[in-house]
Structure formats: structure tokens, C-alpha cells
């Protein structure tokens, strides 16, 4: 069964150092997420893709952070520099147009 | 963005029925009923979704109401591995965006 991959699946990085996390959809969904969770909380949306094309980033923190999707495929999040409140769950997902999304198993960052 | 609002938590006996509500009084006519749940430690799983009429499938059962203004997901006999946090979402079918809220803890007793 299809599944959306991200790497790595856990990250410790000490405060004003960069993080990066990638992620791989389902082949052929087009709409990308990237959404950050604090423990306790849901899922907050970052950034929301459409092929390479950003359609939202409203609550993506843009001074530090940033999202590439470059050629409609795999996407990458770098923060930059980290903060001790940027620690956080990660999560990716895919989806094809107005159908149900599709979850990575997400990345845990703990920033020191 | 149309938002919901859903109890936030809910416990249920192993095999009795579950009926997790949500209201949804600011939705709007292009907007999907989308749940989905979370298992500890886990990202989101897909559970159901539907626009005007009930919806069945393996996992559960969704129930709109005819205004639209509200909806229940239905397990209809609840196994542990329910015990999870179900998020109630609407989905605009025209962005696609998808914007959680704080869902319901369900809880399971043997």
C-alpha cells in the first residue's frame, strides 16, 4: 500500500542551528501539507501545496521558516534558526484533489 | 475558515456504539464534513467524509443532519483500538484546505 515517507523520524538540534525535513507523497497526489503539532494540540497547517505552486502559507512563521516543492513531488521544511519553541511533531501529508489525505508517520523535532 | 466545535472528550465501553457529535454552524455550501482520528503517537488517519447525505463505510458511519449545522460519526461497536482523538473538519472544496481543530479524546473501557 502507497504511503507517504518522511525523513528523519526523529531530530534533536540545539536552538539557532537549521533542521530540514523531507517528505515524500503518494505518486501522483498533487495537494501537499506540511502541518507542525504540539504535544496536547491538533494539527496546525504550515504550508499547502499544489504541485509546485504554494496555495497557502498564512501560518508559516516566514522569517525562519521555508518550503520547497520543487518539481510537484517531494517537499522539503527547513527551519532556520531553530528556536526551543519550534520543538514539535511534524507531519507531511498528500492527497489528490477533494479526496482524503494521506498521513506520514511524521517527524519529531526536539530542539535543545 | 469554517470552524467546528466538538466535546473534548468522550469515553465508551468496548462493543456499545459510539456517537461522536460536532457542530458546524458556519459552514458553508462548498464545504465537505471530513473526520478523521489519531492514534498515539501516530499522524491522522482518513475515517469518513460526506456532504449532504449519511455516509457508510468499514470503519464507521457519518450522520448529517438536513441543515447541515451538525454531524456524528457513528462507530458502532467500539474496540479498543478505537480509543484515539477523532477530529471533525470541514474541507472547502475549493482550496482543499484542511484545518484541524481540537477533536474529542475517546477513550475505551474493557
Known amino acids: 500500500e502507497a504511503e507517504v515517507a518522511q525523513s528523519p523520524r526523529y531530530k534533536i538540534t540545539e536552538k539557532s542551528q537549521a533542521v530540514a525535513f523531507w517528505c515524500d507523497p503518494i505518486?501522483?497526489?498533487?495537494?501537499l501539507y506540511w502541518y507542525r503539532q504540539i504535544l496536547g494540540q491538533g494539527p496546525e497547517l504550515l504550508v499547502q501545496f499544489q504541485d509546485e505552486s504554494v496555495v497557502d502559507d498564512s501560518q508559516l512563521p516566514k522569517d525562519r521558516f521555508s518550503a520547497e516543492r520543487l518539481k510537484g513531488v517531494d517537499s522539503t521544511l527547513k527551519i532556520q534558526p531553530a528556536e526551543l519553541g519550534d520543538s514539535a511533531m511534524y507531519l507531511c501529508?498528500?492527497?489528490?484533489?477533494?479526496?482524503?489525505?494521506?498521513f506520514g508517520q511524521g517527524t519529531r523535532l526536539t530542539v535543545v | 475558515d469554517a470552524k467546528t466545535t466538538q466535546p473534548n472528550s468522550m469515553e465508551s465501553n468496548e462493543e456499545e456504539p459510539v456517537h461522536l457529535p460536532c457542530n458546524h454552524s458556519?459552514?458553508?455550501?462548498?464545504?465537505?464534513i471530513h473526520w478523521y482520528r489519531q492514534l498515539p503517537s501516530q499522524g491522522p488517519e482518513y475515517v469518513i467524509h460526506g456532504l449532504t447525505s449519511n455516509v457508510n463505510n468499514r470503519m464507521a458511519s457519518l450522520a448529517i443532519a438536513e441543515d447541515r449545522k451538525s454531524s456524528t460519526l457513528i462507530l458502532h461497536r467500539a474496540t479498543l483500538r478505537d480509543a484515539a482523538v477523532y477530529y471533525c473538519i470541514l474541507r472547502d472544496d475549493n482550496t482543499d484546505k484542511l484545518i484541524f481543530g481540537t477533536g474529542t479524546r475517546l477513550q475505551v473501557f474493557p
Open positions: 505518486s501522483g497526489h498533487a495537494t
Open positions: 501529508a498528500s492527497s489528490l484533489l477533494g479526496q482524503e489525505a494521506f
Open positions: 458556519t459552514i458553508s455550501g462548498t464545504d465537505y
